[in-house]
């Protein structure tokens, strides 16, 4: 419950800044009636519209009135289709939550056998291996990545669509990009905690009570190295849900970070706002999660019952 | 068989920039069924090597060369499969550090019912009830409820009771106990010292500890080591009252007796060679107030329990 608390207070301190920011930029950068009529817009429309925004009223009114808005999470209507933006912003949350369980599942699944098989015996050869992975792949951006991959499956082999929405195996590509993406991070950091555990005072016990090395990997090493790891897949997990912007982007995949890059290139307030909020949101939820599966998984954090 | 270990000519030496360090420099020691042996000495002085190696779990960059035998295995060059079968069965250690020592995500008991299953083809339950057996015969009180404990729960001492029963707990004939006491407070060192002395069944044990009283509490025989080496080596009463050697002089003069009106502490002063010195002759040499031409000139061999040019007799003044 006091995790629940401080989780809850992080989400209304960072849900405040951004809002407070949003705000005040709003109406800072010149007229903000202006700004959200648009190029080409008549006196009348500007006019309409600081009178429905209630950009004439004072700015303590102002930010009071928004301030209780995004309580009832009500961002008014977005710029561009006029839908309320929350719920216009809603409607791609599914598609990045697809994006983000794929390529999460398949970053696992390459990344954590990968780690444990160079952690468990780091020899000469393994330990190059890693390094090779870590040099390589660091300095590469995802939309590198994301390009190459169009290149060679969609362009010259013609295997894969590179669009969303443009057949049953549109998600590959992207969800490629993503895992390629974070798979080396995780390779790496489940390598280290593998071998870190090997220097552990109770890997020696196992060891001085005669256990095998694959006992001593899969009794020993391996829950306490997962552990340690669980924290990073939480941070890739909220890193993908805040939307991978460039990815979506490039391969024009109809979730948050597309809608985000959209309704800032359009200049959306109302839409910017509903997104940045949703992602908050998730982000606070995949915190939360998080902090139970470690709860779960680590019994030194549960109560103690003795 | 006739001897619960026998170490012969153990050496363990690491890799240094300037080609591979002795830190255990030719170790012979015989340790006889049920006979509890103390091995005292600075820090740095190879004990914990020296105990590591007789498991085979010495860190990976070390090398290990010698014979120590246990019945006909010589574990510095069985198989590891070999060896296995004889760690935590035939020969079990207990470490200084009983928090970090146990597994921190796994319970009590499947931390020592993985243990017996392994050197016993037995069931989940019979490996239980052999745990719980083991667990009280430690002294731990409530061992039904403790066993469903994690290593976080327990305190100190209790954790260091579980450690010696994961050392017990397949009947071993030799324990080795690397100061097991050392993390503790003392009334809690006290008890986990009587169980030492009286609560280890049939098998023999070797006590590393840096502290004579503790060694003279526990143990009936003393070896002392110095740099890498035995230095001297005999029955208790004959060390405390009788020792032979300078440096055994010293440590047993740094011992603070408050029951006599005299300067507490005596340390001799000076400090070893590091690994990678090289002493001619006696390495305790430059500590020794009889030192002379011939102890820098050749190595005392270790004859009749002490390796000395000039052993001392008379009682310790
Ligand atoms: N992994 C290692 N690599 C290199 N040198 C090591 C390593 N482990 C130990 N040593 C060195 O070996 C020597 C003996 O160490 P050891 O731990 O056996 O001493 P000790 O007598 O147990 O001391 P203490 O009373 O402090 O536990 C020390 O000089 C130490 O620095
Ligand atoms: S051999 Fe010489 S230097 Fe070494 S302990 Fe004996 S008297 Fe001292
Ligand atoms: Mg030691």
Redesign the interface.
């Known amino acids: 419950m006091k995790a629940v608390g401080s989780r809850l207070l992080q989400l209304v301190v960072l849900l405040g800044t951004i809002s407070t920011t949003l705000f005040l930029l709003l109406r800072l950068s010149g007229d903000p009636a202006i700004l959200l009529a648009g190029e080409g817009a008549g006196p009348e429309t500007i006019a309409a519209i600081r009178i429905e925004y209630g950009f004439d009223k004072s700015l303590t009114e102002q930010y009071l009135i928004f301030i209780w808005e995004i309580i009832r999470l009500d961002f008014g209507r977005s710029l561009v289709n006029s839908q309320p933006a929350f719920g216009f912003v809603l409607q791609y949350l599914p598609s990045t939550l697809h994006l983000t369980f794929l390529a999460i599942f398949f970053n696992s699944v390459i990344a954590i056998p990968a780690g444990v098989w160079l952690g468990a015996k780091p020899n000469q050869r393994r330990r190059q291996i890693l390094s090779t992975i870590v040099s390589v792949t660091q300095g590469t951006p995802a939309y590198v990545i994301g390009l190459v991959l169009i290149q060679i499956f969609a362009v010259w082999l013609g295997w894969l669509p590179s669009i969303a929405g443009t057949g049953t195996w549109a998600w590959v590509l992207p969800v490629a990009t993503l895992a390629f993406a974070l798979a080396p991070n995780l390779i790496r950091v489940v390598a280290a905690s593998i071998e870190d555990t090997t220097r552990q005072d109770y890997y020696r016990t196992a060891k001085a009570n005669g256990a095998a090395p694959n006992i001593l990997l899969i009794k020993h090493s391996l829950p306490n190295a997962l552990l340690s790891t669980t924290s990073l897949l939480g941070a890739q997990f909220a890193f993908l849900l805040s939307g991978a912007l460039i990815t979506e982007f490039i391969f024009a995949w109809p979730g948050l970070g597309l809608i985000l890059v959209q309704s800032i290139t359009n200049l959306d307030f109302p839409t910017i706002q509903a997104t940045v909020f949703v992602v908050a949101y998730l982000v606070f939820f995949v915190n939360l999660i998080m902090d139970q599966i470690f709860r779960f998984a680590d019994p030194r954090l549960r109560r103690s019952q003795l | 068989m006739s001897n619960a270990i026998e170490i012969k000519n153990l050496v363990v030496s690491f890799p240094t920039p300037a080609g591979y360090s002795a830190v255990v420099r030719g170790i012979n020691l015989t340790i006889s069924p049920g006979d509890r042996i103390a091995i005292v000495g600075e820090s740095g002085s190879g004990k914990t090597m020296m105990g590591l190696s007789m ?1 085979g ?1 010495q860190p990976t960059s070390a090398q290990v060369e010698g014979e120590i035998l246990i019945g006909d295995v010589n574990m510095v060059s069985a198989p590891d ?1 070999v060896a ?6 035939y020969i ?2 207990v ?1 200084q ?1 009983p928090l ?8 009590i008991s499947s931390q020592l019912s ?2 017996v299953r ?2 016993n083809s037995i069931s989940k339950k019979e490996a239980e009830e052999r745990v719980l057996e083991v667990l009280t015969a430690v002294g731990i009180p409530a061992p039904k ?2 066993m ?3 290593p ?3 305190s100190g001492g209790l954790r260091q009771r579980v ?1 010696i029963a ?1 050392a017990l707990i397949n009947n071993p004939q030799l324990v080795v106990a690397d100061e097991p006491t050392t993390a503790l407070d003392a009334t809690i060192q006290a008890q986990i010292l009587d169980l030492l002395r009286s609560g280890m069944g049939d098998a023999a044990l070797m006590l590393i500890t840096h502290d004579l009283a503790v060694a003279a509490d526990v143990c009936n025989r003393i070896a002392v080591m110095y740099a890498g080496n035995i230095v001297e080596q005999g029955p208790v009463a004959e060390i405390l009252s009788n020792p032979k050697h300078p440096y055994t002089r010293g440590l047993l003069s740094a011992i603070p007796k408050f029951d006599q009106a005299r300067p507490a502490l005596n340390p001799i002063p000076g400090s070893p060679p590091t690994i990678t010195e090289v002493v001619s002759g006696c390495r305790f040499a430059s500590r020794c107030a009889y030192a002379d031409a011939q102890c820098t000139a050749s190595e005392p061999e270790f004859i009749n329990n002490v390796a000395c040019f000039h052993p001392v007799t008379g009682a310790i003044k």
Not at chain 2, 84 to 89: D, E, H, I, Y
Not at chain 2, 100 to 107: E, K, Y
């Open positions: 498991l779990i499969a296995r079968r004889l760690r935590g069965n079990s250690m470490f550090e970090t020592s146990l597994n921190p995500v796994r319970t993985e243990s392994r050197h409820e403790r469903k404990s994690y976080h729960q327990l450690m994961l």
